[in-house]
């Protein structure tokens, strides 16, 4: 999904992200890089009790590269800006509602 999305393998660091969980949403219809027939995609959402860190990968994205993830991601997710577990400031994407 990288090269196909940024055209290139994407450096990045082990990290994680307290606060939020992973779940799972059907988005239909699909398309592009990273599609799949079931239609179903992960997604953080704000934990509503304690939770484990959700463990991930930080990745070094120029501003341009950022742009066309913004543009990839659909309606179901907003970028947010949040602060890591190793104290990084970064980039996520999120459940919108």
């Given at each position: ?12 660091e082990p ?5 939020y ?7 239909r ?6 599609a799949?027939?079931?239609?179903e ?21 120029t ?7 913004d ?5 179901a ?15 996520v ?5």
């Amino acid at each position: 999904m990288q090269r196909a999305l940024f055209g290139r393998d994407v450096v990045g660091e082990p990290d994680a992200l307290e606060g939020y969980v992973l779940n799972v949403i059907s988005i239909r219809g699909a398309a592009g890089p990273g599609a799949n027939e079931a239609g179903e995609y992960l997604i953080l959402r704000k934990a509503l009790a304690s939770a484990p860190p959700v463990r991930g990968v930080a990745l070094r994205l120029t501003a341009a590269e950022l742009d066309r993830a913004d543009l990839y991601e659909t309606a179901a997710y907003a970028r947010i800006e949040v602060t890591l577990v190793s104290g990084r400031r970064a980039f996520v994407y999120v459940a919108a509602r």
